[in-house]
């Protein structure tokens, strides 16, 4: 089967995605929070922002590689972290680590995965990255490091734009508790997707045919127990970080070190005083807080604040948004829900899928733009579309 022709964007994952995915599956993967309009603002944010087109260059063949970190890499872009991953398809950490480890492009889990580290570390590749949701035992904590150094990931990434529990309306309504339950309601949802839900019964026989926080299980104490999908056992665990608690980790952790989730740009001094080596602009795609900017309006201004690389997710849908983000001042783009669409949608074909789509869709808007490589980025004139009649240049 030819999957360009049957799946040629994004969105077409997307449809086969919901498809296949029972019903609380997906508005787990699928939902924000609030009236999601922090969501939609993301993509309207992006859709505003235009170039000129180039003409009379000639054949050219397209350079996508990039430096980031020190560390050369095939693609712009990478694999986000995302809470209880195996949720969405089985053994989905196992699969989007050992494609992130066959590519060459960074491979991000998440504290509240449903592997642990010490499950995927057979399966990594020199781009590891491990999301950390703060624990505040300092005990718990240095454990928390030394696992995942151990496993054998090099970079940390702290996410601190979670300091309280986010309501994810749609989610809740679903029925999703955690650890996940199998009611009556969401028995008769798992019954319409048989290819998930034997999947998901090999996967995790003796856990009653369903997946949990396997890096916390040795935390875990009884009053953790049957939760709702958004206050799970990591809650309980976690704290709300501050400054020191960031020096701390840079005092502990040896190799990169990331922050996700900063959207304003006087953070960016400080963060640099502390030795950060990157800032991850995000707004967690619209799943914590309804009332912020969309992440690509506030990119140029944490990109004059600061000499640090920055990373941007928030919005992506195709290799043109992994552009407009690149010329806005990102070093790197991280897509999340990118592909758990493509692996609920295609399987274990479904991350190449998308990478394959997306290098394309970057090649095909590279060559309307005239550029060889992505260097080249930094030197377009950008155009507001949301002003038809007068274009205005966003760098001026």
């Given at each position: 089967?030819?999957?360009?022709?049957?799946?040629?964007?994004?969105?077409?994952?997307?449809?086969?995605?919901?498809?296949?995915?029972?019903?609380?599956?997906?508005?787990?993967?699928?939902?924000?929070?609030?009236?999601?309009?922090?969501?939609?603002?993301?993509?309207?944010?992006?859709?505003?922002?235009?170039?000129?087109?180039?003409?009379?260059?000639?054949?050219?063949?397209?350079?996508?590689t990039t430096s980031f970190l020190g560390r050369d890499l095939p693609l712009p872009?990478?694999?986000?972290?995302?809470?209880?991953?195996?949720?969405?398809?089985?053994?989905?950490?196992?699969?989007?680590?050992?494609?992130?480890?066959?590519?060459?492009?960074?491979?991000?889990?998440?504290?509240?995965?449903?592997?642990?580290?010490?499950?995927?570390?057979p399966h990594l590749g020199s781009e590891a990255w491990f999301q950390l949701y703060p624990p505040k035992d300092e005990d718990i904590r240095r454990d928390m490091l030394e696992r995942a150094r151990k496993a054998g990931f090099?970079?940390?990434?702290?996410?601190?734009?979670?300091?309280?529990?986010?309501?994810?309306?749609?989610?809740?309504?679903s029925g999703l508790t955690q650890p996940p339950r199998l009611t009556p309601?969401?028995?008769?949802?798992?019954?319409?997707?048989?290819t998930w839900a034997i999947g998901m019964a090999l996967q995790h026989r003796g856990q009653g045919g369903m997946p949990h926080m396997r890096t916390l299980d040795k935390y875990?104490?009884?009053?953790?127990?049957?939760?709702?999908?958004?206050?799970?056992?990591?809650?309980?665990?976690?704290?709300?970080?501050?400054?020191?608690?960031?020096?701390?980790?840079?005092?502990?952790?040896?190799?990169?070190?990331?922050?996700?989730?900063?959207?304003?740009?006087?953070?960016?001094?400080?963060l640099e005083q502390i030795g950060v080596d990157a800032l991850w602009v995000s707004n967690h795609a619209g799943r914590q807080f309804d009332?912020?900017?969309?992440?690509?309006?506030?990119?140029?201004?944490?990109?004059?604040?600061?000499?640090?690389?920055?990373?941007?997710?928030s919005g992506i849908e195709g290799g043109l948004d992994i552009l407009r983000a690149l010329a806005l001042g990102a070093d790197?783009?991280?897509?999340?829900?990118?592909?758990?669409?493509?692996l609920a949608a295609l399987g274990t074909a479904g991350p190449a899928h998308l990478c394959d789509i997306l290098r394309k869709d970057l090649e095909a808007n590279m060559g309307q733009l005239g550029l060889r490589s992505l260097s080249e980025l930094k030197t377009l004139q950008i155009r507001n579309l949301a002003l038809q009649s007068n274009p205005a240049d966003l760098n001026a």
């Open positions: 089967m030819d999957l360009h022709q049957n799946y040629p964007g994004l969105w077409d994952l997307r449809a086969r995605a919901k498809a296949r995915l029972p019903r609380f599956v997906w508005e787990y993967l699928d939902s924000a929070t609030g009236a999601e309009a922090t969501k939609h603002r993301n993509r309207a944010a992006l859709d505003q922002i235009g170039f000129l087109p180039s003409i009379l260059h000639g054949p050219q063949e397209v350079d996508l872009f990478g694999i986000a972290p995302l809470g209880m991953s195996g949720l969405i398809w089985p053994d989905a950490e196992g699969h989007l680590a050992r494609f992130g480890a066959r590519s060459g492009i960074p491979y991000a889990l998440s504290t509240v995965a449903s592997q642990s580290p010490e499950d995927l570390a090099n970079t940390l990434v702290l996410t601190v734009d979670v300091p309280v529990a986010s309501r994810r309306e749609r989610q809740v309504r309601r969401l028995l008769a949802q798992v019954a319409q997707c048989p875990i104490t009884e009053n953790s127990k049957g939760l709702s999908s958004t206050a799970h056992i990591g809650y309980l665990l976690r704290t709300s970080p501050d400054w020191d608690y960031v020096k701390w980790l840079r005092d502990n952790w040896q190799g990169a070190f990331v922050i996700k989730g900063v959207m304003r740009a006087e953070d960016a001094a400080p009332a912020a900017p969309a992440s690509i309006e506030v990119l140029p201004e944490l990109r004059a604040a600061t000499f640090l690389p920055l990373i941007f997710d790197f783009v991280m897509l999340g829900r990118a592909f758990h669409f493509a």
